[in-house]
């Protein structure tokens, strides 16, 4: 079978995916993954061919800043919207469907923002897959996107879908249930699956990892996104953790260089980026911005967490986790040295937090594999 994977040129967007598609290559398929040039190059380092559509996302988002649709303002969803309707998928739809109509998929995969996939599979009549990315997107975005992208519905000679095609046929959920009670629209055609941890295990870490000694290890990382990873976010947490009886192990992402964030204290271990999975199996807290991926991965490790969400769907993600006892949430006017440096105390503390988390990491791991989910993919119906 043939599987086109479309994609929004960001990185945490098509990172959840890359385990399936690994599997589905292993399993003999054929996959084509399509994004804009800004993330192309990641995508081949993965062994997995790609073709090019899309405009690069800081060009989407200059754009969807000036459009007047959004004029400077409204929710904070508002902005990620414009940008993923009235940008991306205009301009992806042309390209994206002369690929494949040329690569002749059986089945497309895509992201809950990329809206141009499923009006390609729609097209071609052939099935749609959503693969969540964290929890599903509030209902008020997904009706704004879903009005937005109706006219290329229509100039496609197709009745427009409420959800923007995203549970047309089936939705891959990488979010436990404790998290996540009510599916909502996709609960008719969700499936579960693990979420993705970057990287294995066994992936070396730098020198200073066999040297971390006894204390308590607290990983810090404020994801991927340029603007809610900018080098003065991270100063109230780094002067908590330099004041806390831990070893810190912080990620700044492959936009910043460690150089800006001058001399540090002995106990902080500061890299650009680090495999996921080697980090979290040496750590016992994880303070980070609600991220879906960063908070799925330290929950799939048992991990109790000290959240700052900033924007996106880092403050439904925080709240759920609150609300089930996994974390703490600190609201952004209230991040600073003192609170950071409370809620890290208390997640190396209050026992509870960890027990929560605990509970979390076991509806994970029951949940099916990537490879489990491939060997299904074409078997069993949504």
Known sequence: MRVLCSTTPMEGVFA?????????????????????????????ATGLPTAVAGPPAPVAAAQAVADPVFAGGGQPWRIGAVMFARVMAPAKLPELSRIAAEFRPDLILQ???????????ATLGIPSITYGTGLLLESELMAAMA??????????????????????????DPVPVALQRDRGPAAGCARPIQPHVPGSRAEALPDWAEKLGNRPVVYFSLGTVPIFNQPSMFEPVLRALADLEVEAIVTVGRTNDPEAFGSLPANIHLEQWLPLAAVLARCDAVVCHGG????????????????????????????????????????????????????????LTDASYAAAAARLKSDIDGMPSPAT??????????
Do not use: K, N
């Open 147 to 172: 009005e937005w992208v109706a006219p290329l519905w229509d100039s496609a000679g197709l009745a427009p879908d409420p959800h923007a095609g995203m549970y047309r046929t089936g939705y891959l």
């Open 292 to 347: 879906a991926g960063t908070t799925l991965a330290a929950l799939s490790h048992g991990l109790p967490l000290l959240l700052l969400p900033r924007g996106a769907d880092q403050f439904p993600t925080a709240a759920a986790c609150q609300v089930v006892g996994a974390a703490q949430v600190v609201p952004p006017d209230m991040a600073t040295a003192d609170t950071v440096r409370s809620g890290i105390e208390a997640m």
């Open 373 to 382: 989910v491939a060997g299904e993919l074409f078997e069993v119906p949504f």
């Open 16 to 44: 959840p995916a890359l385990p399936l598609l690994t599997e589905l290559v292993r399993a003999g398929h054929e996959v084509l993954v399509v994004t804009a040039p800004d993330l192309a190059d990641r995508v081949r």
């Open 111 to 121: 992201p809950p923002v990329d809206l141009a996939a499923p009006i390609v599979a």
